[in-house]
Structures are given as structure tokens and as C-alpha cells.
């Protein structure tokens, strides 16, 4: 069992910057790929963006390339979400997961969520 703990959602201007982090606990991630979703109000949850079991490849949707970054911190058992230029648009809650390797990146696939983040952000 993991259990995935987000934090460092808040309100913040259009422009600015956020970092989610996840503190991963109960078993290491070291066998999982990593990710963050994202759902906003009245859409569905949609994969944001993704790093290897080995940290050596990261992965993004289209609309966040360039203004997100991915990164992971193993001795740490964290995950964290660098949001820079942030538009009202990436409003939505963050949910970290912890998805099965070999598979795509949907969330059909993630074997473990966290409770979500809420991201505001205001124009």
C-alpha cells in the first residue's frame, strides 16, 4: 500500500508560480511511474504530467509544455510539480498518482491516488 499526500495548492495570480509536492509513504514509489492529474470543475481528470520509475524521462500534455516541470526526489520519497506562468485555465484540483510502468499514461492505469491539491488561478 502507498499513500500519497499532495501539498502546496493555493491561489495565485495569472503569471505566477506554484509547486505541488507528494510525500509518498507506507512503501516506497521506487516501483511506480509518477504523475500528476488534474480535474477541473465539470471536466474530467486528465493526465498533467509524468516521470519514469528511474527519473530519466518526464512526460507532459501538450498544453503544459514549456511552463510545467516534473521532478522526483527518491532519498526524499517525494514527487513535485514546478507550475510556472500560470493561466486561468490550469485552475483545477492536482492529484498525485502512482501509476503501473509499462502502461499508458491514463488514469485507468494508476494503482494509487492522493486526495488533490486545489490550484486557483485568478485572471
Known amino acids: 500500500q502507498v499513500q500519497l499526500v499532495e501539498s502546496g495548492g493555493g491561489l495565485v495570480q495569472a503569471g505566477g508560480s506554484l509547486r505541488l509536492s507528494c510525500a509518498a509513504s507506507?512503501?516506497?514509489?521506487?516501483?511506480?511511474?509518477m504523475g500528476w492529474f488534474r480535474q477541473a470543475p465539470g471536466k474530467e481528470r486528465e493526465f498533467v504530467a509524468g516521470?519514469?520509475?528511474?527519473?530519466?524521462?518526464?512526460y507532459y500534455t501538450d498544453s503544459v509544455k514549456g511552463r510545467f516541470t516534473i521532478s522526483g526526489d527518491n532519498a526524499r520519497n517525494t514527487v513535485y510539480l514546478q507550475m510556472n506562468t500560470l493561466i486561468p485555465a490550469d485552475t483545477a484540483i492536482y492529484y498525485c498518482?502512482?501509476?503501473?510502468?509499462?502502461?499508458?499514461?491514463?488514469?485507468?492505469?494508476?494503482?494509487?491516488w492522493g486526495k488533490g491539491a486545489l490550484v486557483t488561478v485568478s485572471s
Open positions: 507506507g512503501r516506497t514509489f521506487s516501483g511506480y511511474k
Open positions: 498518482a502512482a501509476s503501473r510502468p509499462g502502461f499508458p499514461w491514463t488514469k485507468n492505469y494508476v494503482a494509487y
Open positions: 516521470i519514469t520509475t528511474g527519473g530519466d524521462s518526464t
